[in-house]
């Protein structure tokens, strides 16, 4: 059971937007740290795709944008193309004094 | 540029030991708290551990707590993650992560920088 909650699946066909969404309480997203989010290639580690709740790492495209609101969060993809087709993870702070994650959304390019 | 590698991970029986290791480069290496994240096959990740530049903090997952043990060697630009009693659920992808910003408490900052992984799998 994962501190921040995400949908498992998200699904969209290629030019279509998506947006996934990350749950959080009081003791972390609530409690105004910030929210990270990484993207998963298949057999890869993850990468940095947005954080501190809507920035852009250089070389990120800018279809790729991020929200935070109160104890949740969202990422927005934009323009949809087949290589978006990855894992996507929230992150953010919690008050038991770590780092915790959202158990990850697969997102499908149809 | 930043480099993380990681080492050590490998086939072990329940009960067992393992030691991974992670050479960093490219970066002030002191200055940072560095942390191992661990991901299940075909799960989510999970924050295992941090500890800060001069060893003055150090958190363990419940899930890990008293079996595990971080440490880190600044003159050698290496994290060590030294992993006793070795449980089935350990089974999972080890990395080894840096945040973005230098002195930044393990999961306030962003990781910008991963290592490759390095698969333990705990099996009789």
Not at chain 2, 38 to 61: C, F, H, M, N
Not at chain 2, 62 to 90: C, H, P
Request: aromatic share 10%; charged share 15%; glycine share 12%.
């Amino acid at each position: 059971q994962s501190v921040l909650t995400q949908p498992p699946s998200v699904s969209g066909a290629p030019g279509q937007r998506v947006t996934i969404s990350c749950t959080g309480s009081s003791s972390n997203i609530g409690a105004g740290y910030d929210v990270n989010w990484y993207q998963q290639l298949p057999g890869s580690a993850p990468k940095l795709l947005i954080y501190d709740n809507s920035n852009r790492p250089s070389g990120v495209p800018g279809r790729f944008s991020g929200s935070k609101s109160g104890t949740s969060a969202s990422l927005a993809i934009t323009g949809l193309q087949a290589e978006d087709e990855a894992d996507y993870y929230c992150q953010s702070y919690d008050s038991t004094l770590s780092g915790v994650f959202g158990g990850g959304t697969k997102l499908t390019v149809l | 540029q930043v480099q993380l590698v990681e080492s050590g991970g490998g086939l072990v029986k329940p009960g067992g030991s393992l030691r991974l290791s992670c050479a960093a480069s490219g970066f002030t290496f002191r200055h940072y708290y560095m942390s191992w994240i661990r991901q299940a096959p075909g799960k989510g990740l999970e924050w295992v551990s941090y500890i800060s530049s001069g060893d003055t903090t150090i958190y363990y997952a419940d899930s890990v707590r008293g079996r595990f043990t971080i440490s880190r060697d600044d003159g050698k630009n290496s994290l060590y993650l030294q992993m006793n009693s070795l449980r089935a659920e350990d089974t999972a992808v080890y990395y080894c992560a840096r945040p973005d910003r230098e002195y930044c408490t393990g999961g306030v900052c962003p990781i910008d920088h991963w290592g490759q992984g390095t698969l333990v799998t705990v099996s009789s």
